[in-house]
């Protein structure tokens, strides 16, 4: 009882600093032109902007639902584009429906006559962070740091869920674990003490320059990612490394006519350590992502598939969400770097699946491992 007293006044342990100025920010789009390709946020966040949308599209961001429109993170609005989201009245409307798409070259005309001022950029930038967390000696290993922060879409129940489910194993396995929601633990001398980054159904563009290009050469150099659910279901992404590198797959959609179905997961290499004593296959109730890319086509290591014969893979508006062959989840290799990804994990109740547990546990040990030969240099 009293290691893991140690271990919980570590977790707690995230005193911030001073922040800097928020003029010196360098958050990704900063200083972007508005057009159709600008997060439907920073949209949102200019009165002129908002006006020059209203002009082609009347009534369009006020008849948002209030999840979609919000000014303040978590919002859909952080992961969509203005295109995104115009499209989405043609896409999703009823079967047999016709709706024409907007005029995109009228949008970006409009957009283009409001001007990018130093108040747009400082709205744009306070949804990232610059003050440094401040982490207190963790005994045990690996050292992994647990990222919470979420600009997007959050799905308060399942990063609940999880949160707990890895705090549960970092006591059961003597990891030393620390927690954090800001995207400033992403500095060079932060990041270097840890062996792996679980981001927890993160949503949303959360990382300023300097801390992506602080996160990439982490894990090109020999760092260990563990991500869950959400942190690879953005319709958008502002980040093409993120999600074509390190990912390695867009996400496409999911089922809504039900949004949860059971249906098979399969064991597809057996051999992978997370993949350790688990059944050939298995039912699970969830919300089953589809992708726009086949993974194992840009040399993931397919660690499950999913059995599209037991459940129903169409969107809404029967969109087909088919793939074929259905990766649900993979690892690869990120330079020297290892990536693990599972697309399970919606419903909070998954992270008490003792399946789904021991596959997480185990890649948590498997990413954090620099001493194995899954990922060389080369």
Same mark, same amino acid.
């Given at each position: 009882?009293?290691?893991?007293?140690?271990?919980?006044?570590?977790?707690?342990?995230?005193?911030?600093?001073?922040?800097?100025?928020?003029?010196?920010?360098?958050?990704?789009?900063?200083?972007?032109? +508005?057009?159709?390709?600008? !997060?439907?946020?920073? =949209? =949102?966040?200019?009165?002129?902007?908002?006006?020059?949308?209203?002009?082609?599209?009347?009534?369009?961001?006020?008849?948002?639902?209030?999840?979609?429109?919000?000014?303040?993170?978590?919002?859909?609005?952080?992961?969509?584009?203005?295109?995104?989201?115009?499209?989405?009245?043609?896409? +999703?409307?009823?079967?047999?429906?016709?709706?024409?798409?907007?005029?995109?070259?009228?949008?970006?005309?409009?957009?283009?006559?409001? !001007? @990018?001022?130093?108040?747009?950029?400082?709205?744009?930038?306070?949804?990232?962070?610059?003050?440094? !967390?401040? =982490?207190?000696?963790?005994?045990?290993?690996?050292?992994?740091?647990?990222?919470?922060?979420?600009?997007?879409?959050?799905?308060?129940?399942?990063? $609940?869920?999880?949160?707990?489910?890895?705090?549960?194993?970092?006591?059961?396995?003597?990891?030393?674990?620390?927690?954090?929601?800001?995207?400033?633990?992403?500095?060079?001398?932060?990041?270097?003490? &840890?062996?792996?980054?679980?981001?927890?159904?993160?949503?949303?563009?959360?990382?300023?320059?300097?801390?992506?290009?602080? &996160?990439?050469?982490?894990?090109?150099?020999?760092?260990?990612?563990?991500?869950?659910?959400?942190?690879?279901?953005?319709?958008? +992404?502002?980040?093409?490394?993120?999600?074509?590198?390190? =990912?390695?797959?867009?996400?496409?959609?999911?089922?809504?006519?039900?949004?949860?179905?059971?249906?098979? @997961?399969?064991?597809? *290499?057996?051999?992978?350590?997370?993949?350790?004593?688990?059944?050939?296959?298995? *039912?699970? $109730?969830?919300?089953?992502?589809?992708?726009?890319?086949? !993974?194992?086509?840009?040399?993931?290591?397919?660690?499950?598939?999913?059995?599209?014969?037991?459940?129903?893979?169409?969107?809404?508006?029967?969109?087909?969400?088919?793939?074929? *062959?259905?990766?649900?989840?993979?690892?690869?290799? @990120?330079?020297?770097?290892?990536?693990? +990804?599972?697309?399970?994990?919606?419903?909070?109740?998954?992270?008490?699946?003792? $399946?789904?547990?021991?596959?997480?546990?185990?890649?948590?040990?498997?990413?954090?491992?620099?001493?194995?030969?899954?990922?060389?240099?080369?």
């Amino acid at each position: 009882m009293k290691r893991l007293a140690i271990l919980t006044v570590a977790l707690a342990a995230l005193i911030a600093l001073p922040a800097q100025a928020k003029a010196l920010v360098d958050c990704p789009l900063r200083d972007a032109p +508005y057009s159709s390709a600008s !997060p439907l946020m920073d =949209i =949102i966040l200019n009165p002129a902007a908002s006006a020059a949308m209203d002009k082609v599209m009347p009534g369009m961001l006020k008849g948002m639902p209030p999840t979609f429109a919000s000014k303040t993170p978590p919002s859909f609005a952080a992961i969509l584009t203005v295109r995104e989201a115009a499209g989405m009245g043609a896409r +999703y409307a009823p079967a047999g429906t016709k709706v024409a798409m907007p005029d995109m070259a009228r949008i970006d005309a409009e957009l283009a006559k409001v !001007p @990018v001022t130093d108040a747009d950029r400082e709205a744009r930038c306070a949804r990232y962070d610059t003050a440094l !967390p401040r =982490i207190g000696l963790l005994s045990g290993h690996p050292r992994v740091l647990l990222f919470e922060k979420i600009n997007g879409f959050k799905d308060t129940p399942s990063v $609940n869920a999880a949160h707990a489910a890895f705090v549960a194993m970092a006591q059961r396995k003597g990891w030393a674990l620390a927690i954090t929601d800001q995207g400033s633990a992403f500095s060079p001398m932060i990041l270097r003490r &840890f062996d792996a980054v679980i981001w927890n159904n993160i949503s949303g563009d959360v990382l300023t320059l300097s801390q992506r290009r602080t &996160f990439q050469s982490w894990m090109e150099n020999g760092g260990g990612f563990i991500g869950v659910h959400g942190t690879a279901g953005d319709p958008v +992404y502002f980040w093409d490394w993120y999600v074509d590198t390190l =990912i390695g797959a867009r996400f496409k959609g999911h089922p809504l006519n039900p949004q949860f179905q059971t249906a098979k @997961v399969v064991l597809g *290499d057996s051999t992978h350590p997370a993949a350790k004593g688990l059944p050939a296959s298995w *039912d699970v $109730n969830d919300e089953w992502y589809s992708f726009k890319n086949d !993974p194992r086509a840009n040399g993931s290591r397919i660690i499950a598939t999913l059995d599209e014969s037991t459940y129903k893979p169409e969107g809404m508006a029967g969109q087909n969400l088919r793939m074929g *062959d259905h990766p649900i989840v993979w690892s690869r290799c @990120v330079g020297r770097g290892r990536m693990f +990804y599972s697309a399970i994990g919606h419903r909070p109740e998954r992270y008490s699946d003792a $399946n789904y547990v021991k596959m997480l546990e185990q890649a948590v040990d498997w990413a954090a491992d620099r001493t194995g030969s899954d990922c060389p240099a080369k």
